[in-house]
């Protein structure tokens, strides 16, 4: 009987060691989901000025863009979201881009590379810089590219879609859904958006641990 005895208490401590070792769930990512209100911001552009979304008096809405220089995901993506600034300015929903990486982690993100990235690949939207990564954990961005779809509402920001631009991000030829365009599609419609949230893909966004 001691001898069972012991044993079970040698699976009990051991039973209580792996569980301490055992690895915990990942918390839910705080930030914003359709329906929610979001704040402005006041970040600093490509030309040194300072934007905000209250500045665009007449627009309907934004694209609002987290992304960046480096990561092969937000380049495979450079000339579609031009191509939805494009599109979608001149119908009142702009594409507001924000790169929200530490330049201390990912030199290649900072801001004169982004300088130099917008020109080289012809940027025509505004390309911030979120100094001090204060604006991407309000929105729950997590990758690059994360998009956002805000529309104005009674003088406040609705988000109404989150998630990935459209399903492929390697070919431009393939794809079958077209994610934000299908979005604003239906907001300028006056509809409901289909698909409020899909899963981003990209690259982690690079910041101190």
Do not use: W
């Not at 492929?168 to 907001?187: C, F, G, I, Q, R």
Request: hydrophobic share 35%; proline share 6%; charged share 25%.
């Amino acid at each position: 009987m001691k001898k069972i005895n012991f044993l079970a208490a040698i699976l009990i401590v051991f039973g209580l060691n792996m569980n301490m070792f055992a690895q915990k769930p990942d918390k839910a990512v705080a930030g914003y989901k359709p329906g929610d209100v979001a704040t402005d911001f006041k970040l600093k552009n490509i030309d040194s000025k300072y934007v905000s979304l209250a500045d665009y008096k007449k627009a309907k809405g934004f694209i609002v863009v987290f992304t960046c220089n480096h990561c092969p995901f937000a380049k495979a993506y450079e000339y579609r979201i031009n191509a939805l600034n494009e599109k979608y300015a001149k119908l009142g929903y702009p594409v507001i881009a924000i790169n929200p990486n530490d330049p201390e982690i990912e030199p290649t993100d900072s801001y004169e590379a982004m300088k130099e990235r917008a020109k080289e690949k012809g940027f025509t939207f505004p390309y911030l810089i979120d100094e001090g990564q204060k604006i991407y954990p309000q929105y729950g961005a997590t990758k690059t590219p994360h998009v956002y779809v805000l529309q104005k509402e009674k003088g406040k920001n609705i988000v109404r879609y989150v998630g990935a631009i459209d399903n492929n991000y390697k070919n431009p030829a393939e794809v079958t859904e077209k994610y934000v365009e299908s979005a604003v599609d239906a907001l300028l419609s006056g509809k409901e958006v289909a698909k409020p949230v899909t899963v981003a893909i990209g690259c982690s966004i690079k910041t101190k641990k």
